[in-house]
């Protein structure tokens, strides 16, 4: 994907935090920030919604024999 530069302007305390936040996390501001952006519009969550889903799909006979007759006698009311 093509990147895009951005300028922004911050108070010290503001950047210090988000260079010690990167820095925990392993990860260079750009990125840091990057992500910030992605959870606050939702993408990161849409993206975990979707890989739950998949993951579902490719273990549903895993689960199915695990649990499904635990399940299958929740659905009927009984526990």
Same mark, same amino acid.
């Given at each position: ?15 210090? $935090? %988000? ?9 260079? #501001?750009?990125?840091?920030?990057? +992500? =910030?952006?992605k ?12 890989? $739950? %889903? ?9 689960? #199915?024999?695990e649990?499904?007759? +635990? =399940? ?8």
């Amino acid at each position: 994907m093509a990147k895009t530069q951005l300028n922004v302007r911050v108070d010290e305390g503001t950047a210090r $935090a %988000a260079r010690e936040r990167a820095l925990e996390r392993g990860m260079s #501001v750009n990125r840091y920030i990057e +992500e =910030l952006v992605k959870q606050d519009t939702g993408e990161a969550g849409h993206t975990f919604v979707e890989s $739950a %889903a998949d993951f579902m799909k490719q273990y549903e006979a895993v689960f #199915v024999e695990e649990f499904g007759a +635990e =399940l299958e006698g929740r659905r009927e009311g009984r526990h």
